[in-house]
């Protein structure tokens, strides 16, 4: 996804973001329901996502489809979603879907922080590498002929144990691959916990090993510039050639003698 679509989604997760505060796993429900609503009409994508048609009607459209059926948090979610811009009509549906997998995940992080993120990642793990080893469970999550209730008890009893986070986005991923194997969708799903557990990472490069005290003090100082407990990962990187550079998520801050060089380089060019 890229150009407008990416932009929209990025907007469309930085709105779910601010729904979090309270939100349970029903939202993400929600949204995969509202999903299935969408993937199964493709002239209601089409609606969805037709440029010509004004932002109030395509609110409203979602108003239609779902006012009393869900949460008006979900409802505004998807009323955001169709009222922004996107390169195709697959888009729409491909974006919902991240966003919901994304609403579970972060109310596993808001429930257990990077410890609910951990467990979820491990649990889908476990998954996947159940079912990648065994052609005979493969054949079983693809049988046209099984019920989807029978594939979802089946795939939930691999992982006796998983979070309710972690069996939401199992089920989804056997009752609605999307044209995937749910193997397949599962790896998406963990590449977005990733994603999210990078918010707890932070990646120092230094020029040389920093001693206990240092490292406790910079353990100290990102704890209380994030206001989290912060995994610091330290890397050596002689070509700093001095200072520090720390990257947490998309978040860089660069203190190095190196850039700064480079900065004054540019200044002097321009």
């Given at each position: 996804?890229?150009?407008?679509?990416?932009?929209?989604?990025?907007?469309?997760?930085?709105?779910?973001?601010?729904?979090?505060?309270?939100?349970?796993?029903?939202?993400?429900?929600?949204?995969?329901?509202?999903?299935?609503?969408?993937?199964s009409?493709?002239?209601?994508?089409?609606?969805?996502?037709?440029?010509?048609?004004?932002?109030?009607?395509?609110?409203?459209?979602?108003?239609?489809?779902?006012?009393?059926?869900?949460?008006?948090?979900?409802?505004?979610?998807?009323?955001?979603?169709?009222?922004?811009?996107?390169?195709?009509?697959?888009?729409?549906?491909?974006?919902?879907e991240?966003?919901?997998?994304?609403?579970?995940?972060?109310?596993?992080?808001?429930?257990?922080?990077?410890?609910?993120?951990?467990?979820?990642?491990?649990?889908?793990?476990?998954?996947?590498?159940?079912?990648?080893?065994?052609?005979?469970?493969?054949?079983?999550?693809?049988?046209?002929?099984?019920?989807?209730?029978?594939?979802?008890?089946?795939?939930?009893?691999?992982?006796?144990?998983?979070?309710?986070?972690?069996?939401?986005?199992?089920?989804?991923?056997?009752?609605?691959?999307?044209?995937?194997?749910?193997?397949?969708?599962?790896?998406?799903?963990?590449?977005?916990?990733a994603?999210?557990?990078?918010?707890?990472?932070?990646?120092?490069?230094?020029?040389?090993?920093?001693?206990?005290?240092?490292?406790?003090?910079?353990?100290?100082?990102?704890?209380?510039?994030?206001?989290?407990?912060?995994?610091?990962?330290?890397?050596?990187?002689?070509?700093?050639?001095?200072?520090?550079?720390?990257?947490?998520?998309?978040?860089?801050?660069?203190?190095?003698?190196?850039?700064?060089?480079?900065?004054?380089?540019?200044?002097?060019?321009?």
């Open positions: 996804m890229a150009g407008v679509s990416s932009e929209s989604l990025a907007a469309a997760l930085a709105s779910l973001e601010t729904k979090l505060a309270h939100a349970s796993l029903e939202l993400s429900t929600e949204l995969f329901g509202a999903l299935q609503v969408i993937d009409n493709a002239g209601l994508r089409r609606a969805l996502t037709d440029p010509a048609r004004g932002a109030s009607d395509k609110a409203g459209l979602v108003a239609q489809l779902l006012r009393g059926k869900v949460s008006a948090d979900a409802e505004a979610t998807v009323a955001g979603l169709a009222t922004s811009r996107w390169s195709s009509a697959r888009d729409i549906g491909d974006a919902l991240i966003v919901a997998a994304n609403a579970a995940i972060m109310v596993a992080e808001r429930q257990g922080g990077s410890a609910g993120l951990e467990r979820l990642e491990e649990d889908l793990f476990a998954f996947i590498r159940v079912v990648g080893s065994s052609h005979d469970l493969q054949r079983a999550l693809d049988d046209a002929q099984a019920t989807t209730e029978a594939k979802c008890a089946l795939a939930l009893k691999l992982v006796p144990n998983a979070s309710e986070a972690s069996a939401l986005l199992i089920r989804q991923a056997v009752a609605s691959p999307r044209g995937l194997k749910p193997v397949a969708l599962l790896e998406r799903f963990v590449e977005l916990v994603k999210r557990q990078d918010r707890w990472i932070a990646q120092v490069s230094v020029t040389r090993d920093l001693t206990a005290e240092q490292f406790a003090r910079l353990q100290a100082g990102l704890n209380n510039l994030y206001g989290r407990d912060l995994k610091i990962n330290v890397n050596i990187d002689p070509e700093l050639v001095g200072g520090i550079r720390v990257k947490v998520g998309d978040e860089v801050v660069d203190a190095s003698i190196a850039t700064r060089v480079s900065d004054l380089r540019r200044r002097l060019a321009g």
